[in-house]
């Protein structure tokens, strides 16, 4: 089985910084598409950012110049960089996996922005 670990949420302040962390384990982790998504209560999963296994990127409207989103395949991490963060950022975040047809989702963290 692929298991996706996050790290990294917690509560911080707007217009402040957080990074998010996910180990990958189970999976060729090279040749995966990885993601973050988010949610809130009662909401869509909604996608915030995709890196392919050739490092391309792509982001949600409401993240982009804000987020950052890499890899490092010597350490089976993904990670986003959150910069310049807004109460409507406030979301459990989710790290993704793709190979194909097999999906996989991490357990999810809180990230909490206050005004």
């Known amino acids: 089985q692929v298991q996706l670990v996050e790290s990294g949420g917690g509560l911080v302040q707007a217009g402040g910084s957080l990074r998010l962390s996910c180990a990958a384990s189970?999976?060729?982790?090279?040749?995966?598409?990885m993601g973050w998504y988010r949610q809130t209560p009662g909401e869509q999963r909604e996608l915030v950012a995709t890196?392919?296994?050739?490092?391309?990127?792509n982001y949600a409207y409401s993240v982009m110049g804000r987020f950052t989103i890499s890899r490092d395949n010597a350490k089976n991490t993904v990670s986003l960089q959150m910069n310049s963060l807004k109460p409507e950022d406030t979301a459990v975040y989710y790290c993704?996996?793709?190979?194909?047809?097999?999906?996989?989702w991490g357990q999810g963290t809180q990230v909490t922005v206050s005004s």
């Open positions: 993704y996996s793709r190979y194909f047809s097999s999906d996989a």
């Open positions: 189970g999976t060729i982790f090279r040749l995966n598409t």
């Open positions: 890196i392919t296994p050739g490092g391309s990127t």
